[in-house]
């Protein structure tokens, strides 16, 4: 009888466990996907923390604070052509999900700053770099020609070196006041080691040619999707 009164004891300490880490999971896993929200959030204001009117550094605000101002943004979702998706929503886009599926069934989030005295276009950009994904955001003047600021990120590039992409602010500094045509024609920011026209190139970090040929490479595919829409705002 002693035996099976344990068997019953360990039996119900087992259930307990389990329903136990089961709710932990389940808990903990709202709590990642609330601060993965924030940070994508983050990303986004960074593009444009030259022109915020909220703070100097996005990284000063609160989270809360960044809702806040994120929830400010007009937010639009892009179909390939140009034309407006109203049945999703930009801020839950994943573009690595987006690039898997046939390109007339791609969508692009735009983001829409106003900082009271002019708005700013927020593209959203992805790419290959040495290792695995890089991805970042590209903010456009009213112009929509200048370039008023940039922010990169990365799955798994080299610290002190395609890293930097993220980890050096003067790497995404150099994009401010580029411009993405010339002449009339698209022509992107191009990452070089040595760059020699300022309106359309950014020096490369040394040691990361890879990583700054697929920052290249991202730029010029990921800008170049949303020409469509830039094309119809203009003739507006």
Same mark, same amino acid.
């Given at each position: 009888m002693k035996t099976n009164y344990t068997l019953f004891f360990v039996?119900?300490?087992?259930?307990?466990?389990?329903?136990s880490l089961t709710g932990y999971r389940e808990v903990?896993?709202?709590v990642?996907?609330?601060?993965?929200?924030?940070f994508n959030k983050r990303a986004i204001l960074k593009a444009v923390e030259s022109n915020l009117v909220e703070a100097d550094e996005?990284?000063?605000?609160?989270?809360?604070e960044v809702l806040e101002v994120f929830n400010k943004m007009e937010s639009r979702v892009l179909d390939m052509e140009g034309e407006e998706?109203?049945?999703?929503?930009? #801020?839950? @886009?994943?573009?690595k999900k987006e690039r898997k599926k046939p390109e007339d069934e791609q969508n692009l989030p735009l983001f829409i700053y106003d900082n009271g005295s002019e708005k700013f276009y927020i593209l959203s950009v992805f790419g290959k770099g040495l290792w695995d994904d890089i991805w970042g955001y590209i903010a456009l003047k009213e112009d929509l020609n200048t370039v008023a600021g940039a922010a990169f990120?990365?799955?798994?590039?080299?610290?002190g070196l395609g890293a930097e992409i993220k980890d050096n602010p003067a790497f995404s500094k150099a994009f401010e006041g580029t411009e993405i045509f010339k002449d009339g024609e698209f022509v992107s920011i191009n990452v070089?080691?040595?760059a020699k026209d300022r309106k359309h190139e950014v020096d490369g970090?040394?040691? #990361?040619? @890879?990583t700054c040929v697929g920052v290249s490479d991202m730029l010029y595919d990921g800008i170049e999707n949303y020409l469509p829409y830039l094309e119809k705002i203009k003739s507006k």
């Open positions: 039996f119900i300490l087992t259930a307990f466990v389990a329903v903990t896993k709202e990642a996907k609330q601060n993965e929200d924030i996005v990284d000063d605000l609160e989270d809360a998706v109203s049945d999703v929503v930009a #801020a839950k @886009i994943e573009m990120d990365h799955k798994a590039e080299t610290p070089y080691k040595a970090i040394s040691g #990361a040619t @890879i």
